[in-house]
């Protein structure tokens, strides 16, 4: 069946959220054949209800999306994917826009620059002591990571830490495009960078 996106809603009430989730979760348990090939069925109950007892108001499809997340994390199947309502995947694909000129990740326990747009080329390798005054150790017990590599895939898992990061970074901190993030490094230089609009994952380096 094609799939067709619906539109966003940012308002959805917490008694169609328990519904889409209900059914998120009996479409699962019915339907993975290694739902606990990786987890425990006492433990994907509890992240199941875990879950559950978090929707308590109303909130954005987009967040509804992110909140089921840590399901699939505990899957540890690349095959078993959600799009959001735009029908993509997240965090985004090489074709999908980018709004922030450089792209941040944890490379061992260093958080640095790895991409930029040709603007912004001399932050490449920079190491960041904080992001809008928030530390990098902060930030990386903050923000949830989670891939969908095979099985218990450490390396895929530290590829994503490093190549995703940023893009985890910015649904959890939702900022809009014009907003400024404010970089200081370790080397104790600093740096304000805005999100911008329609820039391509060509325009990196």
Avoid at 145 to 174: D, L, P, R, S
Wanted: net charge neutral; aromatic share 16%.
């Amino acid at each position: 069946i094609p799939y067709k996106a619906s539109p966003i809603r940012e308002e959805i009430p917490v008694n169609e959220l328990l519904a889409d989730f209900d059914v998120f979760r009996l479409t699962l348990e019915d339907g993975h054949p290694g739902l606990y090939d990786y987890i425990s069925k006492a433990n994907m109950d509890s992240t199941f209800e875990r879950i559950r007892a978090k929707i308590t108001k109303p909130i954005s499809s987009s967040k509804f999306f992110w909140m089921l997340y840590p399901v699939l994390d505990s899957l540890r199947d690349s095959h078993t994917w959600m799009y959001n309502v735009s029908g993509q995947k997240d965090p985004p694909t090489s074709s999908e826009n980018s709004d922030i000129p450089v792209h941040f990740g944890y490379q061992h326990d260093s958080l640095m620059i790895f991409s930029t747009t040709a603007a912004y080329k001399y932050l490449l390798r920079k190491k960041i002591e904080s992001i809008n005054g928030i530390s990098a150790s902060e930030l990386y017990t903050k923000i949830p990571i989670y891939y969908h590599g095979e099985g218990k895939n450490c390396v895929e898992k530290e590829w994503t830490q490093m190549c995703w990061f940023y893009a985890y970074y910015k649904h959890n901190f939702n900022y809009k495009k014009g907003d400024s993030l404010n970089f200081v490094f370790t080397d104790g230089t600093k740096e304000c960078v805005k999100y911008q609009p329609d820039m391509k994952w060509t325009d990196f380096s």
